[in-house]
């Protein structure tokens, strides 16, 4: 969809840069904060969860700039 115009393309793309950018912030935080006994999953979920939330907002903003 992005290839389709520049007028998508670019705020698709600066949306998503800046979400990965928070996503990454959020997920360094939670890593940092968490004990050394946290669980694996947790661990894992504090990685992948703001890059999932990141990704799937990108997604949405795609979406509303394509008019779907």
């Known amino acids: 969809m992005t290839l389709s ?3 998508i393309w670019y ?3 600066a949306f998503a ?3 990965l950018l928070v996503a990454a912030a959020v997920s360094a935080t ?11 999953w947790i661990v894992w979920a504090s990685f992948f969860g703001p890059i ?6 990108s997604w949405e903003y795609l979406a ?3 008019g779907h």
């Open 11 to 13: 705020p698709a793309n």
């Open 30 to 40: 939670l890593l940092v904060r968490l004990p050394l006994t946290a669980k694996r």
């Open 52 to 57: 999932c939330a990141a990704l799937a907002a």
């Open 17 to 19: 840069g800046w979400a």
């Open 64 to 66: 509303q700039l394509h």
């Open 5 to 7: 115009s520049k007028a």
